[in-house]
């Protein structure tokens, strides 16, 4: 019993010692070494130095420069619709018609007291000639032909009278004939035949003249004394005296696109209190093509470009090289030893892909464009430089556009 307990000790031992011995050769076994990762290849370029301007932009609705609520301006029944909805109608094109069976009754009877009251005017006159006669040989008493004298000017305004009548009647109807009262796109009938119409109450239709095209926006009150203080340094035509130009562009425009010019034709003569802004408006050129569209439509969402001084020197770099933190903006950089940092940016207007970078950047700082997601501050990178990237149209003209900035600068950069 002895023996057994003795080899089953042994064997307890042996598997402890084994143990010991697979944890002290693990532990002498040498450490893998650690491969260094080259730096991480990033793209950088240094700004552009472009002439730029100082511009504002703001959001606002297309409306049509005239804009009629076609009403009758006579009762009656509807008799007929000349037009159809939606389509382009020029000034004096019938639209509808009411039943003028009673207002042609009521010219004939103007017109029977018209004839009335001429023959009636016609006899007195004649009368008044006669008693002259008898008054000048003492015949006739001057009482009776102070009545015919009141007699004939009464006959004259009855007679002025029954015209004015006709004239009315006249004009009762020819508003049974409802005609356009200007050219433009007419909308769908909001009465049909055989409804009452009341006069100068029941809307008939809507008509909207597109061109030109309006298009009113609200401008804050910081830029309103912005513009206040360019007029009194003789740097800004007023809008009030001068044709401001300005530019628009349309839902279907890319965010640096501003295709359509006009001029702003408006400006409000108070800052609304409640919104802290002022109206504006603007007006663009909106002909009718050859297959019977326009450019742009009343209500469309429009954004608009005001140019406020005119070109200085200034650094701009690619739209996508620009990162948000909070709503503030910055780019990374790499600096004379390959390493990355964080540049917090005031940014400007964005120009045909190119941000204008107010405050925060050098023209010799060089700007990772590609592969900003991956780098951080602080990082080692490797860096590879090329030109600013810009957009195709910006690179075809940039020749053509080059020449000297104020300062004597190059456009080059």
């Given at each position: ?74 009762s009656g029944y509807l008799l007929k619709i000349h037009f159809r909805p939606g389509t382009f109608v ?134 309103v004394l912005r513009i206040l203080q360019l007029i009194r340094e003789g740097r800004f035509k007023s ?71 005119g070109p200085y020197t200034g650094l701009l770099i690619t739209e996508r090289a620009l990162m948000a ?89």
């Amino acid at each position: 019993m002895h023996g057994s307990i003795h080899s089953r000790s042994i064997r307890q031992y042996g598997w402890f010692g084994l143990s010991v011995f697979v944890i002290g050769v693990a532990g002498c076994k040498p450490e893998a070494s650690v491969v260094k990762l080259p730096p991480m290849a990033v793209t950088v370029a240094t700004p552009l130095k472009r002439p730029v301007f100082e511009t504002v932009q703001f959001s606002g609705r297309t409306d049509g420069s005239e804009f009629v609520d076609v009403r009758a301006r006579v009762s009656g029944y509807l008799l007929k619709i000349h037009f159809r909805p939606g389509t382009f109608v020029i000034e004096g094109d019938p639209l509808f018609e009411i039943d003028d069976r009673p207002y042609a009754i009521a010219l004939e009877q103007a017109e029977g007291e018209n004839d009335r009251t001429d023959a009636r005017l016609k006899r007195v006159n004649l009368e008044l000639q006669r008693a002259e006669g008898l008054l000048a040989k003492k015949v006739m008493a001057t009482e009776d032909y102070d009545r015919m004298v009141g007699d004939k000017n009464e006959a004259e305004a009855s007679s002025r009278s029954a015209k004015a009548a006709v004239e009315r009647a006249k004009l009762d109807l020819s508003w049974t004939k409802i005609n356009s009262p200007i050219t433009g796109l007419v909308s769908r009938e909001l009465i049909t035949a055989g409804n009452l119409v009341t006069a100068d109450q029941t809307r008939l239709t809507t008509l909207v003249c597109q061109d030109p095209m309006y298009v009113y926006f609200d401008i804050d009150e910081k830029t309103v004394l912005r513009i206040l203080q360019l007029i009194r340094e003789g740097r800004f035509k007023s809008a009030r005296e001068n044709k401001v130009p300005i530019r628009m562009a349309l839902g279907n425009d890319s965010a640096d696109e501003f295709p359509y010019e006009g001029y702003v034709n408006f400006v409000d003569n108070r800052l609304d209190p409640n919104s802290g802004t002022m109206r504006i408006r603007a007006t663009f050129e909106n002909p009718m093509q050859q297959n019977s569209s326009v450019k742009f439509a009343s209500g469309m969402f429009a954004r608009v470009k005001l140019e406020l001084t005119g070109p200085y020197t200034g650094l701009l770099i690619t739209e996508r090289a620009l990162m948000a933190d909070q709503g503030q903006k910055f780019v990374y950089i790499v600096n004379d030893k390959d390493e990355v940092e964080r540049r917090d940016l005031r940014i400007g207007n964005l120009e045909n892909g190119l941000r204008e970078i107010s405050a925060g950047l050098n023209e010799t700082d060089r700007v990772v464009v590609n592969g900003v997601q991956r780098v951080r501050p602080g990082i080692t990178v490797q860096p590879k430089e090329i030109p600013q990237p810009e957009h195709p149209k910006l690179k075809s003209t940039a020749s053509k556009e080059a020449g000297p900035l104020p300062g004597g600068q190059s456009s080059g950069g």
